[in-house]
């Protein structure tokens, strides 16, 4: 399958045309929050020869004192700040497009890897994430451009190493069958170097995705996953698949000693660590990383009291009324995706690798508690697990025992409509200072 095929480009610019139109009326929306001490009053943005400084002095990453080893983020702002100054509408379209972006690799991953109605099922979870309004505000709030970085580098790298074992099993193929004789060479050799390609662009797309936002350190373990569901799905039985994963995960080192361990050692010598336990004990810190997962499972699920500011109380008991609610809603998705998984269907065990990946993207929020747990844009990556778990149930949705396309496309449209109108609205609220901190008022 080629990435820019006729069809490929017709939904990119699907996906471009719908993004723009809902979130058009984002565009002269203001600066807010965070944006002023890392934008609007960062001198260090406002000059091209800065970008070699961002890479040795974490100083220049806000003109408060706030270092993060980010300089891709930062390098994205400069050329913001070139070519339009402090026009915010150029710093929106740039979220917007890495959003947009983003979906469209969504769409490109499930065209692969789903059996069943694929380009339905492709079609349908990219435009779910595209204009869902839990993720408007990686496009609104323009800080939050490191989570939609981070994400879109993150599902390029995805991307590209599940086209990686893709061309790399019709490359053994081609093997076996060239010492059979019956084999074109030059076939072969074209296939040996897309998968020299493929992986190559992954590890870079990973590193590029570090340089923009630590959280993609998760990758290694959702690729480790993708290998153990899928790539070694012949074997029977979860610990031989285990064991074969573990002895085929050599491939996966160098993500570990040539990206994450070289950038924690950098970001240790240039960061002060300022990570905030704030509850008294660890467990009791994953109590309150599990409040905040499940509040973002009902947030997609119902996206309604969208707001900037969330309040959520650090757990101080694992028998307070909420943690239990909270323990037992994340128990049940996790469950119910299970019971999928043992039904030994292609598909449906996609959905128990997008109910892992969820859990895998939420571990840095599990590990580091920010001073404001729950912030929407820091699910963005888990958003995209929501996103395939819908478009999947939409695919293998039947109406009495039977399947009628054009009632699962009109499903669908009524989705997106709710979903883009709620955004629309979304959008208006972030227009300035005063009406989003009014938004949070009303709401907390």
Not at 105 to 134: D, E, R
């Amino acid at each position: 399958m080629k990435i820019l095929s006729n069809n490929n480009i017709r939904v990119l610019i699907l996906f471009v045309l719908v993004s723009g139109i809902v979130y058009f009326n984002s565009l002269n929306n203001g600066f807010h929050f965070d944006d002023f001490h890392h934008i609007v009053e960062n001198k260090d943005i406002r000059d091209l020869h800065n970008i070699p400084i961002y890479f040795i002095d974490t100083t220049t990453f806000s003109k408060d004192d706030i270092a993060h080893y980010r300089p891709l983020l930062l390098t994205t702002y400069a050329f913001n700040y070139v070519l339009g100054r402090l026009n915010p509408a150029g710093y929106h379209i740039v979220n917007l497009l890495f959003h947009a972006g983003t979906a469209f690799l969504i769409f490109l991953i499930l065209k692969v890897i789903v059996k069943h109605h694929p380009l339905f099922t492709a079609i349908a979870s990219g435009m779910i994430f595209l204009v869902h309004p839990f993720n408007s505000e990686v496009v609104n709030y323009i800080t939050a451009r490191s989570s939609v970085m981070s994400g879109f580098f993150y599902l390029l790298a995805f991307y590209c190493w599940v086209r990686y074992r893709e061309t790399n099993v019709r490359r053994e193929t081609l093997d076996v069958r060239h010492q059979n004789g019956s084999s074109n060479s030059h076939l072969t050799s074209h296939v040996s170097r897309l998968t020299s390609y493929f992986y190559l662009a992954s590890l870079l797309s990973f590193l590029l995705g570090m340089l923009s936002k630590e959280v993609v350190f998760t990758l290694p373990a959702v690729l480790f996953l993708y290998d153990l569901l899928f790539i070694h799905s012949g074997c029977r039985g979860l610990l031989p698949k285990l064991r074969k994963s573990l002895m085929t995960s050599v491939h996966i080192i160098p993500f570990i000693l040539a990206v994450i361990v070289p950038y924690f050692v950098v970001r240790f010598y240039l960061v002060e660590s300022r990570i905030n336990f704030s509850t008294d004990s660890i467990f009791l810190h994953i109590l309150t990383g599990i409040k905040v997962l499940s509040k973002y499972i009902i947030l997609f699920f119902v996206p309604v009291r969208l707001s900037l500011d969330h309040v959520v109380i650090a757990a101080t008991s694992i028998w307070e009324a909420e943690v239990i609610g909270s323990i037992i809603i994340v128990l049940l998705f996790a469950a119910i995706s299970f019971i999928f998984y043992r039904k030994n269907d292609h598909d449906f065990r996609i959905v128990f690798f997008y109910t892992c990946w969820l859990f895998v993207v939420s571990l840095p929020f599990l590990i580091v508690m920010l001073e404001s747990p729950l912030q929407e844009n820091r699910g963005y990556l888990a958003a995209v697990s929501f996103s395939v778990l819908s478009g999947i149930a939409l695919s293998r949705f039947s109406f009495w025992g039977h399947k009628n396309q054009k009632l699962k496309i009109s499903i669908l449209v009524i989705i997106l409509i709710l979903c883009s109108i709620i955004t629309f609205n979304r959008n208006r609220i972030w227009a300035n200072e005063l009406s989003l901190w009014l938004d949070v008022a009303e709401k907390y």
